[in-house]
Each structure stands twice: as structure tokens, then as C-alpha cells.
């Protein structure tokens, strides 16, 4: 057997194996996978104790979290650096913050943490120099005062330089703490735009051309070419809009894509069949939240965009309706 041959056969042994272990789980249910519901239920620990403002005690929380479960690390380092330059942190360490995003970087290059890391770099980086200049402009403030104390004949210029110097550490400061906010808000920006990937199996969130965040996702089982007809499990590809929401969904939230399109009604005539509809995004099916981002390990829907639970209730706050859906092959 030549070894294009045993790839493919690996290939398709894999795919079995998904669809023989999750599909089922995500349709019938299950009684295992304790582990996952554990680290959820440690994460969730951590996370409680980061909104109490106990800062230490979330941080090794999340220590005991990337021991435990390895495969959540960049997660883990993630919530860390943003415990480590929290502006409620008394004991924040800027180093460590971005010693914990640079590490997400560099040793998880394909996650979905990655572009937030880059952005709280760039940030905690402009945090750090402004900083500095403080510091610099408060010593020089304490050699003026000095100077004028020991110099009264010139005390009403000197003071016009400190009140000068003043007014731009109080700018400065303003300036950081206008970052400070921004780094806590980043995710809280409106959507204008939702970008999914087929291919890459990927849905962005866009806000006049900047990436606010992504996610994995799974699509309709059948992923060769748009969506054609009714039944035929293809997820569309085009242009859409978000038309309304199901907060009551079988999967636990939905949003309502506004296909078909004129373009989608067209082909459908030419083929003599019914297009189909009610595409959305969606969460996972209810009872089985637990089963997390393992869902997106197969494409299991019929023709829908899904991603976890929790993903789904944020892109729900971030996307109101009339958002633009770009779905690409």
C-alpha cells in the first residue's frame, strides 16, 4: 500500500472515529467526559474569585487549573495576564502580564486568544512607557521645588514650570487610565460585521475593520459548495444580514440569518426545488453544553454556523440586528 493511500486511510479512520464519539454525544447525550465538566467548573472557581477582587487567590487558582489540564493553557495564561495588569490589582506586574501573553503567543499560535494577546501587549506596552515619563516628570518636579526653595527671587517661574509639569503628568494619567478602560472594553464594542470561513472554519467579528473577536465553529454536515436546496445540510455562502434572535432556541440562543438572498431564490427556481431556510448561529443543543468546543471536531449540523454556549451569548450582546453576515467558501 503506497503512503498517499495509508493518509487516506488514516484520514478517514480519524473521521470514523469523531463521528462514532462526539456526533452521537451532541444527538443522543452522554454520561461521561467528568473531566471537561471538572476544569469548566475549576474555571468557573477561578473566574469568581478574579470578580470578588481576590486577585492572588484567582492567579493560583489558575495555576492549579494549567497543572491539571494541560490542553486549556492558553486559556489559563490568557485570564492571567489580564488578573496580573487588572488596574484593581493592587499588586499588578506588568511584566508578568505580558510574559503571559507573549507565551500564548509563542506556544499557541493557531488559538483564539491570540489576536486579544496582541492587542493587551500593544496596550500594557503604551501603559509602561507613559510610566516611565510620569516617574522622569515627578522627580523633575521635586528638583524644581527644590530649586525654588532655595532660590525665592525666582519661585513664581519655577512655579509656572512645575504647574506645566503638572498639568502633563495629570494628562499622562488620564491617557492610561483611557487605555485602562479600553482594555476592558475591547470586547464590549458593537459589531458591524460577522465574517465566517468555511474553509478555515472560523467566524470573525468585525467593528469598521477592526477584529474584535473569533471563534471555532461547526457548519451543515454536507460542506461541499453553498447551500442549494432544502435538506441538503450545505451551510449557504453570501451575503446576509441578522434578522432577528430565539432566545428560547433548542440550541440554547440563535440568531436568524436572512437567507435565502435573491441570488440564493434564483438558483433554487433554476432547479426546480424549495432553498430551504431558518439558517442560523447557534449554541449546542440543550443538555449538552458540557460537550464545550469538542463540538467543532465535526461538522454536525444541517446547514447551520454553531459555536459553544457561552461563545454564543457573547456574539449575541456584540451582534444586534441588521449586523452584516459574510459567509465565504
Given at each position: 500500500?503506497?503512503?498517499?493511500?495509508q493518509?487516506?486511510?488514516?484520514?478517514?479512520?480519524?473521521?470514523?472515529?469523531?463521528?462514532?464519539?462526539?456526533?452521537?454525544?451532541?444527538?443522543?447525550?452522554?454520561?461521561?467526559?467528568?473531566?471537561?465538566?471538572?476544569?469548566?467548573?475549576?474555571?468557573?472557581?477561578?473566574?469568581?474569585?478574579?470578580?470578588?477582587g481576590?486577585?492572588?487567590?484567582?492567579?493560583?487558582?489558575?495555576?492549579?487549573?494549567?497543572?491539571?489540564?494541560?490542553?486549556?493553557?492558553?486559556?489559563?495564561?490568557?485570564?492571567?495576564?489580564?488578573?496580573?495588569?487588572?488596574?484593581?490589582n493592587?499588586?499588578?506586574?506588568?511584566?508578568?502580564?505580558?510574559?503571559?501573553?507573549?507565551?500564548l503567543?509563542?506556544?499557541?499560535?493557531?488559538?483564539?486568544?491570540?489576536?486579544?494577546?496582541?492587542?493587551?501587549?500593544?496596550?500594557?506596552?503604551n501603559?509602561?512607557?507613559?510610566?516611565?515619563?510620569?516617574?522622569?516628570?515627578?522627580?523633575?518636579?521635586?528638583?524644581?521645588?527644590?530649586?525654588?526653595?532655595?532660590?525665592?527671587?525666582?519661585?513664581?517661574?519655577?512655579?509656572?514650570?512645575?504647574?506645566?509639569?503638572?498639568?502633563?503628568?495629570?494628562d499622562?494619567?488620564?491617557?492610561?487610565?483611557?487605555?485602562?478602560?479600553?482594555?476592558?472594553?475591547?470586547?464590549?464594542?458593537?459589531?458591524?460585521?460577522?465574517?465566517?470561513?468555511?474553509?478555515?472554519?472560523?467566524?470573525?467579528?468585525?467593528?469598521k475593520?477592526?477584529?474584535?473577536?473569533?471563534?471555532?465553529?461547526?457548519?451543515?454536515?454536507?460542506?461541499?459548495?453553498?447551500?442549494?436546496?432544502?435538506?441538503?445540510?450545505?451551510?449557504?455562502?453570501?451575503?446576509?444580514v441578522?434578522?432577528?434572535?430565539?432566545?428560547?432556541?433548542?440550541?440554547?440562543?440563535?440568531?436568524?440569518?436572512?437567507?435565502?438572498?435573491?441570488?440564493?431564490?434564483?438558483?433554487?427556481?433554476?432547479?426546480?426545488?424549495?432553498?430551504?431556510?431558518?439558517?442560523?448561529?447557534?449554541?449546542?443543543?440543550?443538555?449538552?453544553?458540557?460537550?464545550?468546543?469538542?463540538?467543532?471536531?465535526?461538522?454536525?449540523?444541517?446547514?447551520?454556523?454553531?459555536?459553544?454556549?457561552?461563545?454564543?451569548?457573547?456574539?449575541?450582546?456584540?451582534?444586534?440586528?441588521?449586523?452584516?453576515?459574510?459567509?465565504?467558501?
Amino acid at each position: 500500500m503506497d503512503k498517499n493511500k495509508q493518509s487516506r486511510m488514516g484520514g478517514h479512520l480519524y473521521f470514523l472515529f469523531v463521528c462514532i464519539i462526539i456526533l452521537p454525544i451532541l444527538i443522543c447525550g452522554c454520561s461521561h467526559l467528568n473531566e471537561e465538566f471538572q476544569a469548566r467548573s475549576n474555571f468557573k472557581e477561578a473566574n469568581d474569585l478574579f470578580n470578588h477582587g481576590n486577585y492572588e487567590a484567582s492567579l493560583s487558582k489558575y495555576g492549579q487549573i494549567s497543572g491539571k489540564y494541560p490542553t486549556a493553557g492558553d486559556r489559563v495564561l490568557f485570564e492571567m495576564g489580564i488578573i496580573y495588569a487588572h488596574p484593581g490589582n493592587e499588586q499588578k506586574d506588568y511584566q508578568k502580564s505580558l510574559e503571559c501573553f507573549q507565551n500564548l503567543i509563542s506556544d499557541y499560535p493557531e488559538s483564539g486568544y491570540r489576536k486579544d494577546s496582541e492587542l493587551m501587549i500593544f496596550n500594557i506596552n503604551n501603559v509602561t512607557i507613559k510610566d516611565k515619563t510620569i516617574v522622569a516628570q515627578q522627580t523633575q518636579i521635586a528638583s524644581l521645588r527644590q530649586e525654588a526653595e532655595s532660590q525665592g527671587n525666582e519661585i513664581l517661574t519655577l512655579q509656572k514650570k512645575i504647574d506645566a509639569l503638572e498639568r502633563e503628568v495629570k494628562d499622562k494619567e488620564n491617557e492610561i487610565i483611557a487605555l485602562q478602560k479600553e482594555e476592558l472594553a475591547i470586547l464590549k464594542v458593537p459589531a458591524d460585521k460577522i465574517l465566517i470561513d468555511k474553509r478555515e472554519r472560523q467566524l470573525t467579528l468585525l467593528s469598521k475593520g477592526r477584529v474584535l473577536k473569533t471563534y471555532k465553529i461547526a457548519l451543515g454536515g454536507n460542506t461541499n459548495g453553498p447551500k442549494e436546496r432544502q435538506g441538503d445540510n450545505k451551510t449557504p455562502e453570501g451575503n446576509y444580514v441578522i434578522d432577528s434572535r430565539n432566545k428560547n432556541s433548542r440550541y440554547h440562543l440563535s440568531l436568524h440569518i436572512s437567507y435565502p438572498n435573491e441570488k440564493d431564490k434564483k438558483r433554487a427556481k433554476e432547479l426546480g426545488v424549495p432553498p430551504g431556510g431558518d439558517i442560523m448561529i447557534h449554541g449546542i443543543k440543550n443538555g449538552f453544553s458540557w460537550v464545550d468546543d469538542f463540538h467543532t471536531d465535526v461538522d454536525w449540523t444541517k446547514g447551520c454556523i454553531a459555536v459553544t454556549d457561552e461563545e454564543i451569548e457573547e456574539i449575541d450582546k456584540l451582534a444586534p440586528n441588521g449586523t452584516i453576515v459574510d459567509i465565504r467558501p
